[in-house]
């Protein structure tokens, strides 16, 4: 039993810090702009069928074509942004709200018609195989998705607190009037959040597709799971989505463990109903 039960935590673990990554590109682009990115978790599938055709077509591993998802991935969300979202920012909040939601209906539809609605799994890749410590098993994608998470997570933390163009960053998260009277261009802000947040689900997606089935819908999952990260650790709080991601894939793991797997997503779901009931803001918000 205890042994089993490590095994649910370690499990928990893992899954967490990716669900922190995929979270922090939401909460950049929530805090900075005040926008609900509804196509986040499509923005995460798109990464995946990038890795898994760079597999397919060009043989190259998904570790390796990790740099080509952040950057193909920050240019989409540059694009989107100044196309798309750059138009309704002014305007009302449910305008801000349809275009997102649009965005993710389009993009989730696109990618059926493109690739079929078809689940796929990419073949065993570098990453493959388990490590057995202690009775303990740690499967090898799984560990370094979640060391790529922690990783990546760190420099973004580094970038925010280190850089001018990161100062500027949470400068306008914190208030976007006193960041304009400093002489801030808020607009370059927002594409370059924006940018950022797609990068890193980028990221995630490139991970991910190392180990977990790839398909249309996959983005809505991950993008649901996410929004409980952000709610919890705190709207606009790169240190409380990396935090609450964990705690996450605790409360999912766990719950599956000492009662019924089916009931898992349930457990994750009503810990974000009781969270923003009792604390609006969350764990570490502004």
Not at 88 to 110: D, E, H, R, W, Y
Not at 113 to 119: G, Q, V
Not at 129 to 142: C, E, H, N, V
Not at 220 to 244: K, M, N, P, R
Request: hydrophobic residues 55%; charged residues 10%.
């Amino acid at each position: 039993m205890s042994g089993q039960l490590l095994q649910q935590l370690v499990d928990g673990v893992l899954i967490g810090l990716v669900y922190s990554l995929v979270a922090i590109g939401l909460t950049l682009i929530w805090g900075v702009m005040n926008i609900v990115n509804f196509a986040h978790g499509d923005f995460l599938m798109v990464g995946m069928f990038a890795s898994f055709w760079l597999y397919t077509l060009f043989h190259i591993d998904p570790l390796f074509s990790i740099p080509i998802c952040f950057f193909g991935m920050f240019l989409l969300g540059m694009g989107i942004y100044r196309f798309i979202v750059r138009k309704v920012m002014k305007g009302p909040l449910l305008a801000q709200m349809v275009v997102t939601f649009g965005m993710s209906i389009f993009i989730c539809n696109l990618a059926v018609y493109l690739w079929t609605p078809d689940f796929r799994l990419l073949p065993p890749t570098i990453l493959q195989g388990t490590w057995q410590f202690r009775g303990i098993y740690f499967s090898i994608p799984k560990v370094v998705a979640s060391a790529g998470s922690v990783i990546a997570s760190g420099c973004v933390l580094l970038f925010l607190k280190k850089t001018n163009m990161g100062r500027a960053i949470l400068a306008t998260e914190m208030d976007r009037d006193a960041a304009v009277l400093m002489g801030i261009n808020t607009d370059r802000i927002n594409g370059l959040s924006f940018g950022i947040g797609a990068a890193l689900v980028g990221v995630a997606g490139a991970f991910l597709s190392t180990y977990y089935y790839i398909y249309p819908q996959v983005g809505g999952l991950f993008g649901t799971i996410a929004f409980c990260v952000v709610a919890l650790g705190g709207f606009g709080s790169v240190e409380g989505a990396l935090i609450a991601g964990i705690f996450v894939g605790l409360a999912q793991t766990l719950g599956g463990f000492f009662f019924d797997p089916a009931y898992k997503y349930a457990i994750v779901f009503s810990i974000y109903l009781i969270t923003i009931w009792i604390k609006p803001k969350g764990l570490l918000g502004w």
